[in-house]
């Protein structure tokens, strides 16, 4: 079956760095693009980060661009994504997603970040 399993998430203070990661399963992990979301409470999910399947482009939402680093090591069928410079506005529960065509999205259960003093 089609999986994704997040983990690293954690708590850190502002200006803090955090990777998590994204290990897949179920699937060819190489053949697809993988997309980092997050979720506050109350608010609507967020595309963050973005990375082709070869991992040749990236792409982020304005409000992490330069702070965030999305990667992929498809040897080992995971995504990650370097969180640094963590903000009181980065606190969600992130989680990957690969659209295979014809399928439904597959969505990790995400990994809480909490920023905090």
């Known amino acids: 079956q089609v999986q994704l399993v997040e983990s690293g998430g954690g708590l850190v203070q502002p200006g803090g760095s955090l990777r998590i990661s994204c290990t897949a399963s179920?699937?060819?992990?190489?053949?697809?693009?993988l997309r980092w979301y997050r979720q506050a409470p109350g608010a609507a999910r967020e595309l963050v980060a973005y990375i082709t399947n070869s991992g040749d482009m990236t792409n982020y939402t304005d409000s992490v661009k330069g702070r965030f680093t999305i990667s992929r090591d498809n040897v080992k069928n995971m995504g990650f994504l370097e969180m640094n410079n963590l903000k009181p506005e980065d606190p969600a529960v992130y989680s990957c997603n690969v659209k295979i065509p014809f399928e439904p999205d597959a969505w990790g259960q995400g990994t809480q970040v909490t920023v905090s003093f």
């Open positions: 179920g699937f060819i992990f190489k053949l697809y693009a």
